[in-house]
């Protein structure tokens, strides 16, 4: 059973617009977010997390959403670079335990 | 300084054989997990290692897979009798305490393990 899905798998974005990714989760007891990055042939790379105790978090051009009641959470993305085309995984954890991962979405930004 | 390395990069294998795969975290590392992405899916837990202790196999699939930590650095992941089903990359990651402390988690850059 999926308990982290994105269920967008691919998505292109011209350079300079908005990078909207979206991730959903079932378990109402995730309590810590993740999004990682996967270029190919590499490992995933740690881009931004959240607690539940939050709603937004912000890093530079790179800022998670965090919608508790809905069960969902975003990755915005602004402007968008073509260095940011990836694999973009988010994932989920209960009390920073067992991570659950969703299945990608591979973002491609256009110059 | 070194991220977390993996050994092989490929591995081609014969249904039925056995394999290992090794993984070396970050040093200081105290916490390294084992993680299995197969095509088209996220990676999917397998087995964490808090020093020399398995603290959660609950991930691996059966009794074929085995994993050690001995001397709570480098890890070996052990796959018995392989299967065509096997068939994927096998990541590792190393975090500098227990997942319990909301710590990132580095991932190394996997092994592709592909059973004939």
């Known amino acids: 059973d999926q308990q982290v899905k994105q269920n967008s798998p691919s998505l292109s974005v011209q350079e300079g617009r908005i990078s909207i990714l979206n991730c959903d989760y079932t378990n109402s007891m995730f309590d810590y977010f993740l999004w990682y990055k996967k270029y190919p042939a590499e490992g995933p790379t740690f881009l931004i997390s959240i607690s539940s105790i939050k709603d937004k978090n912000e890093d530079g051009r790179f800022t998670v959403f965090l919608n508790k009641s809905a069960k969902h959470l975003s990755l915005h993305i602004v402007p968008s670079q073509p260095g940011d085309s990836a694999v973009y995984f988010c994932a989920a954890s209960r009390a920073g335990n067992q991570f659950y991962f969703g299945t990608g979405t591979s973002l491609t930004v256009i110059p | 300084g070194a991220g977390v390395s993996q050994t092989p990069s490929n591995k081609v294998t014969e249904k039925g054989k056995y394999v290992e795969l090794r993984c070396d975290p970050i040093?200081?590392?105290?916490?390294l997990y084992w993680y299995r992405q197969s095509l088209g899916q996220g990676p999917e837990f397998l087995i964490y290692?808090?020093?020399?202790?398995?603290?959660?196999d609950s991930g691996l699939p059966n009794d074929r897979f085995f994993a050690v930590r001995p001397e709570g650095s480098v890890s070996t992941l052990k796959i018995q009798r392989t299967e065509r089903g096997d068939s994927a990359v096998y990541l590792c990651?190393?975090?500098?305490?227990?997942?319990?402390?909301?710590?990132?988690?580095?991932f190394g850059p996997g092994t592709r393990l592909t059973v004939l």
């Open positions: 290692f808090q020093g020399t202790g398995a603290a959660d």
């Open positions: 990651a190393s975090s500098l305490y227990g997942p319990s402390s909301y710590n990132e988690q580095f």
């Open positions: 040093s200081g590392h105290t916490a």
